[in-house]
C-alpha cells in the first residue's frame, strides 16, 4: 500500500474516531441540555396554568376551556387536572406525532421528559393539581439536526486534513523521489551527487549519499591513477610519452588479425642516424630535446588522424600506423614528418643529411608481423642509402578502392535489400564454456562475388555517413538470429551511430518489438565512443538497461581517459584490446595492468575478457589474471 493510502487511511481513521468520540458527547449533553429545558418548560406551564386556574370560577367548562387554550397553543404530551381526591377533572394528551427522526435514533438518545406539577387553590382551600408534560418530539429533531451537522463538520474537517496531507506528502514526495532516484543509480553504480533537500530528515539521508558518493569516486580516481601509472610502465617510453615497441606491435598484430579493422594501411618508420654519436659529443639532454621535438610532430600528426598510432620504436627508431591510409596520403604525411624531424636535428647539427632517413611500406589483413617489418626495413635501408631520405618498399601499388558513388549504391541496395550477413564467433569463459558469439557483418560484392568484410565497407559507411543504417541492420538480423537459435550474441556498434538523430527512437523500437530476445543481446561500442559520443551512450545505454540489453566495450586499453566512464556508463563488460593481450606471457608489465583493469572493472561489477588470444600460453597467464573470458582464435581452436 503507498505512503499516500496510508495518510489518507490514517485521515480516515482519525476522523472516524473523532467523530464517534464527539458524537456521543456532543449528543448526551445536548440531550441533558434539551431535558432540563422540557422539564423547565413543563414545569413552568404547570405553574402558569394552576395560578390561572386559581383565580377562575372552578367550574369544568372553565378548566376544560383553560386547558385546551394552552395544549393548542403550545407542544405539549399531556395536561391533566385532577382534584384533590385524584380524579381527573378535564385532560388533553397529544399522543404519538410523526417525526422524520429515526427510531434507532430515538432508542439511542432516549429524552426523558419529566412532569411539572403545581396546586391549585380556591381560596384558602386545595381546589386540585395540575400535571403539564413537554412533548420531545421537537428536541429529537433538534438533537437530530445537531448530530447531521456534527457529522458534515466532521466529514469537512476530514476531507480539509485528507487534502492538506496530500499537499504536503507532493510536496515532500519531490526530495523522497530525489532520494530514491539516488538510490537506484548508486545501485546501478552511476555516482553521482545530489542537492541536498530543505527538509532536515531527508537533508542528513541526501549527505550520507553524497559523503559516500564522494568516497567511492576519490577510490575510483586513485584505482585509475594506479592503472594509467601501470599503463606507462607497460606501453609508454618514458622520455616521449609515445607508445613504446611492445605496445606498437601488439597494435600492429591486431591490426592484421582483426575482420573488424581496415584491410590495408601504411606502416612509416623514422629513424634519426648517429644518435649515439651525438649523446657523446652533445650530451644527453640536448639529444633528448630533438628526441621530443619528433615525437611532439608525432603526437600532432596523430591527433588529426582517426585509429593512427605512433611509438618510439627503440632510441633512435619511430614509427606511425596508418590504418585505412593510402599510399599518396601516407608520402604527404611522411614528407611533413620527415621536414619536422629535420627541423629538430638542425638544433645540433646543421647538416641533416643522411642523419634522418624514413621508410614507408604497406600492409594487408591476413599478413604476417614479421613481413611487415621486413618490408619495412628494406625500405628504410633503401631511404639511409638515397639522397632524399626516404623510401617506399618496391611492391607499393595503389590500393584498390571503389569510387564513392559505387560504395553509396552497395551499402543503400543491401540496407534496403536485408542483403547483408553475419559470421559469428566465440566468446568463451576461461574454462572453455561459451557466454556468448561476436557477431560481425558481412556483405557480398555483386561484382566479384566476393565476401567483404566488416572493415572494408564499415570506413565507407562512415565517410558516407550510413553507420546508423548499416548497424540497424546488423542489430535486426541478430534478433532474427535469436529467434531461432539458442544462445547470447553481441553487435558492434559505431560511435558515429550513437550519434545519428533518431537512432535511440529506432532501437527503442525495435527491442520493443523483440522484448522476448531483447535479453540475450549485448552490444559493443569501439573504446573511441566514450570520448566521442559519451552523452549519447550514457542515454542509449540507461534505455537499453530497460529491455535488459547490455551494452560494454571493445578495445579497451588504446586509450586510459575512459576508465572513469566504467562508473558513470553502468558498462556490464569490457574486451581488452589484443594489443595489451599479444605475448602476454613475456610482457610482466602488461600483466600487471590486465590485472589492474580486472580489479576495477570487478568493483563496478562489469565483466572482463580479452580480445585476440592467439596461443594456449597467453590463455594460461589470463586464467591467472582473473579475467571472465576470451576471443580470437585460440577460442576459435578450442570449441572446435
Known sequence: MSLLKRLWLTALGATCAAFLIGFVISMINARSYLEQQLRAQSQDSATALALSLSQQSKDKAT????????????????????????????????????????????????????????????????????????????????????????????????????????????????????????????????????????????????????????????????????????????????????????????????????????????LVVLRLIGLTQFNRDLGRDAVDLVLIGVSDKLKTIVATLPDSLGARLNGADFALLLPSATPEEAEQILHNWLQAARQAVAKLNPDTQGVVCAGLAHYRHGEMERDVLSRTDHALAQGEAGESGWA????????????ERDWLLMLSRAVEQASFELARFPVLSMEGRELHEEALLRLTDPDSGQLLTAGQFMPWAQRLGMTAEVDMAAVTLACQHLRHEPGEISVNISPATLGTPGWLDKAKSLFESNRDVAGRLLFEINEAGLSQQGDALQAFTEMARRYKVRVGVEHFGRTFSSIPSLYELNLSFLKIDAGLISDIGHQPSNQRLVKAIVAIAANAQCQVYAEGVHTAIEHAVLVTLGLNGYTGPEATRRLA
Open 63 to 266: 378548566a376544560e376551556l383553560m386547558v385546551s387554550a394552552l395544549f393548542d397553543g403550545g407542544h405539549f404530551e399531556l395536561i391533566r387536572l385532577q382534584d384533590v381526591q385524584g380524579q381527573v377533572i378535564t385532560e388533553r394528551n397529544g399522543g404519538a406525532r410523526s417525526s422524520t427522526v429515526p427510531s434507532w435514533f430515538e432508542g439511542t438518545f432516549h429524552i426523558t421528559v419529566h412532569p411539572g406539577q403545581a396546586q391549585v387553590s380556591d381560596g384558602w382551600k386545595q381546589f386540585g393539581r395540575v400535571t403539564v408534560v413537554a412533548h420531545s418530539k421537537f428536541a429529537y429533531e433538534s438533537l437530530w439536526q445537531s448530530g447531521i451537522w456534527f457529522l458534515l463538520t466532521m466529514l469537512a474537517i476530514g476531507l480539509a486534513t485528507g487534502l492538506l496531507l496530500t499537499g504536503l506528502f507532493n510536496w515532500a514526495k519531490h526530495p523522497i523521489e530525489d532520494l530514491m532516484a539516488h538510490a537506484r543509480a548508486v545501485s546501478s553504480r552511476q555516482y553521482k551527487t545530489m542537492a541536498e533537500p530543505s527538509v532536515p530528515e531527508l537533508r542528513r539521508v541526501a549527505s550520507a549519499f553524497n559523503t559516500m558518493v564522494r568516497q567511492v569516486r576519490e577510490m575510483f580516481a586513485e584505482q585509475s591513477a594506479r592503472i594509467e601509472a601501470l599503463q606507462r610502465e607497460a606501453s609508454k617510453d618514458l622520455l616521449t610519452d609515445l607508445p613504446n615497441r611492445a605496445f606498437f606491435l601488439g597494435r600492429l598484430r591486431d591490426q592484421l588479425a582483426d575482420e573488424t579493422a581496415p584491410p590495408q594501411g601504411m
Open 392 to 403: 617506399a618498399a618496391q611492391d607499393l601499388q595503389q590500393l584498390s578502392a571503389a569510387p
